[in-house]
């Protein structure tokens, strides 16, 4: 395993290349997490939205990692539609943005980027720390890639580490009341239930990792 | 209990729905699709005036794209199962209606309608394309009332989606028909209440499980569990909780006059309906509030819910006018008077 300490355009392209497979995967689970609490197709949403970016990335072959990720984004938000659509394309838009066209992507840059990713989030659904939501899963992920790369550590090891951090993160909103979304009108009853999203972003986190070593 | 639908492949219900629609409707009520999206737009929208556009998730049906006709909508968007449709599906919508005048979007009241609609209206924007939105929040189950603002969208699209297409035949501006339909959003206050789950096409699992002998009132128009599940009562007992805590919201008082609507969510017979049809008329008739009209059946469903939902709209004279003014729409009932 290459411990690089930066990705490139293939890299980046064989990462998503794996969030594809993974976000396959793992997508009736994630739509049974979103039944407990929410309308139950939260798997589904990703499953669409992903399989219609795999089928754009051999055409995406050689793009700037930025520019990669701002067509990942657009495509979310035009094929996933309901909540997910908008904030997780943003997020990759936003990420996207910030990278501009740097041709590789230290881990300082990458946790820009996704710093970034995470601010057009939180403004796009206004959710906050707490509200049990993808932003519990994001934000301690930022964090912990922040934390990686000023002290030195290569991009996977930010990635891993942010991988850690949003599993901890979306663990934690087992124990939240929603306060978004379809699950807050459950109220109490969203208590013992993970957020679905949380785990959509462990799962993206997941494959980068994996697939940037 | 396995799901058993009439489906092909459940990835395709929303664009096989949407062509099933067409195919019945297109011709008679003059509508076409929006190039390859699952938008539906009326054909002789007249030039100068507003334009009406409603849309949301699929899996709802008969809305939103059986509210497209003359008095009522002039697009309908339609998303994937119990998913707001994309911005781009919006703008199309809107671009192929727009008649100089703006639009009028009228959505429910949910985190992914509220962010696709807006960043739509924002599009729209920088092309020049004027929008007025209204979110639908008539759900008293789902906030308090301090907070309406967070209440879900319901049955009341219907009456909005008249109401609004009533004023836009008349010509009024956009910002006229904010005027009003703020009024008319106001007035409208639903309660629901559901005896069993629904099943999402696409993966066929229920949306949350609920006991042989049990209801759920607040019930969410997706199959998301409401805000207080009972044990199941009568028609009539059940009847008049609901009349009581919608009446109490608003409130509708004595000497009122009000729209209703009895809305099966879906599998619901209307023998049920009619049930409790009498119930709330009579429960009505004791607070002295007049029911002016009302419609039974289903308007706005959550695939094969069992449920119903009591919707109100209090009508003054403006907006009983605007009631009253003829429509004509596949699904919904409003003929002309006389």
């Known amino acids: 395993m290459e411990n690089r300490t930066a990705l490139n355009s293939a890299a980046f392209c064989k990462m998503m290349q794996a969030v594809c497979r ?146 901890a993160g979306a663990e934690s909103t087992t124990n939240m009341v929603s306060k978004q979304g379809k699950s807050r009108y459950l109220g109490e009853r969203s208590l013992g239930h993970p957020d679905a999203g949380a785990y959509s972003i462990v799962t993206i986190l997941e494959a980068l990792a994996e697939a940037a070593g | 209990m396995r799901m058993k639908k009439l489906l092909n492949d459940p990835n395709d219900v929303r664009v096989e729905l949407f062509e099933g629609f067409m195919g019945a409707y297109a011709k008679k009520f003059n509508l076409r699709r929006v190039e390859d999206y699952t938008v539906a737009v009326r054909n002789d929208i007249p030039q100068g005036r507003v334009a009406v556009l409603t849309g949301g998730g699929s899996g709802h049906e008969p809305l939103f794209p059986c509210a497209l006709g003359p008095g009522m909508a002039d697009a309908a968007v339609c998303g994937d199962i119990f998913a707001s449709p994309s911005p781009e599906l919006i703008v199309a919508g809107a671009k192929a209606v727009d008649r100089g005048k703006g639009v009028f979007i009228i959505h429910g009241n949910y985190a992914g309608d509220n962010m696709n609609f807006d960043m739509a ?11 007025r939105v209204l979110r639908v929040w008539d759900d008293i189950a789902s906030a308090p009332l301090e907070r309406y603002t967070e209440r879900r969208g319901m049955t009341a699209d219907v009456f909005l989606l008249k109401t609004a297409g009533a004023l836009a035949e008349r010509g009024a501006s956009l910002d006229e028909m904010m005027t009003v339909m703020d009024r008319a959003r106001h007035n409208c206050r639903t309660l629901g209440v559901a005896m069993t789950s629904a099943t999402v096409p696409q993966t066929g699992k229920k949306t949350f499980e609920i006991a042989d002998d049990e209801m759920e009132i607040g019930i969410g128009m997706h199959g998301e569990p409401g805000v207080g599940r009972e044990k199941l009562g009568t028609a009539d007992r059940t009847c008049r909780k609901m009349i009581d805590r919608i009446v109490a919201d608003l409130p509708f008082r004595a000497g009122d006059e ?22 709330a008329i009579r429960v009505l008739n004791e607070k002295n509030i007049k029911v002016y009209d009302t419609h039974v059946g289903p308007f706005a469903t959550c695939q094969e819910m069992a449920g119903c939902m009591i919707t109100l709209m209090k009508l003054d004279d403006e907006l009983k006018a605007l009631y009253d003014a003829p429509c004509y729409t596949p699904d919904f009932w409003f003929v002309p008077k006389g």
């Not at chain 1, 051999?58 to 495509?75: E, H, Q, R, T, Y």
């Not at chain 1, 909540?83 to 230290?106: N, R, S």
């Not at chain 2, 209206?121 to 929008?131: D, F, H, R, Y």
Request: aromatic letters at 4%; one cysteine or more.
């Open chain 1, 22 to 167: 993974r976000v396959q995967e793992k997508k009736d689970w994630l739509s049974e997490l979103d039944a407990a609490c929410g309308d139950g197709d939260h798997g589904v949403s990703m499953g669409r939205g992903f399989t219609a970016i795999e089928g754009q990335l051999a055409g995406w072959n050689g793009l700037a990692p930025g520019i990669l990720f701002k067509k990942v984004g657009m495509s979310l938000v035009s094929t996933v539609g309901g909540a997910t659509g908008p904030l997780l394309g943003t997020v990759f838009m936003e990420a996207g943005k910030a990278a501009g066209d740097q041709a590789e992507i230290t881990a300082t840059a990458l946790a820009a980027m996704f710093a970034a990713g995470l601010d057009g989030m939180v403004k796009r659904g206004g959710a906050k720390c707490g509200d049990k939501t993808m932003v519990d899963a994001l934000t301690p992920a930022v964090e912990a890639m922040k934390q990686a790369a000023d002290e030195g550590a290569s991009p996977l090891v930010a990635l891993c580490r942010a991988v850690d951090a949003a599993r």
């Open chain 2, 121 to 131: 209206v924002e599009s729209l924007a920088e092309e020049g394309i004027q929008t």
């Open chain 2, 258 to 279: 009000v729209a209703m609507i009895v809305n099966s969510l879906g599998s619901t017979t209307l023998m049920e309906l009619y049930i409790m049809t009498r119930q």
